[in-house]
Nanobody
Framework: QVQLVESGGGLVQTGGSLRLSCAAS????????MGWFRQAPGKEREFVGA????????YYADSVKGRFTVSRDNHKNTLYLQMNSLKPEDTAVYYC???????????????WGQGTQVTVSS
């Protein structure tokens, strides 16, 4: 099992950028596809984006496509989420997770981090 710790959240104005990091420890990070999810108050956790084990293939929710980029550095055991052109509706707690089976539902992922808050002011 891999342990995950997110960082990089904060308060940013509309149109700004943030880069989230997810540091992994434990079993081999490079053997997992990895994903980012977010959860706003009163809403269900939703898929944001994911990357395969090597970082060569990535997938995104329509709501963030073209604005967010998921990447990874397997030498540093770290997953990243570059967020550009941020909108107030991007405000949420962002979580990274390791895939345990195919699919983009939260139930397809395990080993969740504790989350990092992103707040976008209008």
């Amino acid at each position: 099992q891999v342990q995950l710790v997110e960082s990089g959240g904060g308060l940013v104005q509309t149109g700004g950028s943030l880069r989230l990091s997810c540091a992994a420890s434990g079993r081999s990070f490079s053997s997992y596809a990895m994903g980012w999810f977010r959860q706003a108050p009163g809403k269900e956790r939703e898929f944001v984006g994911a990357v395969n084990w090597s970082g060569s293939v990535s997938y995104y929710a329509d709501s963030v496509k073209g604005r967010f980029t998921v990447s990874r550095d397997n030498h540093k055991n770290t997953l990243y989420l570059q967020m550009n052109s941020l909108k107030p509706e991007d405000t949420a707690v962002y979580y990274c997770a390791a895939a345990i089976r195919s699919g983009w539902a939260p139930s397809d992922f395990g080993s969740w981090g504790q989350g990092t808050q992103v707040t976008v002011s209008s």
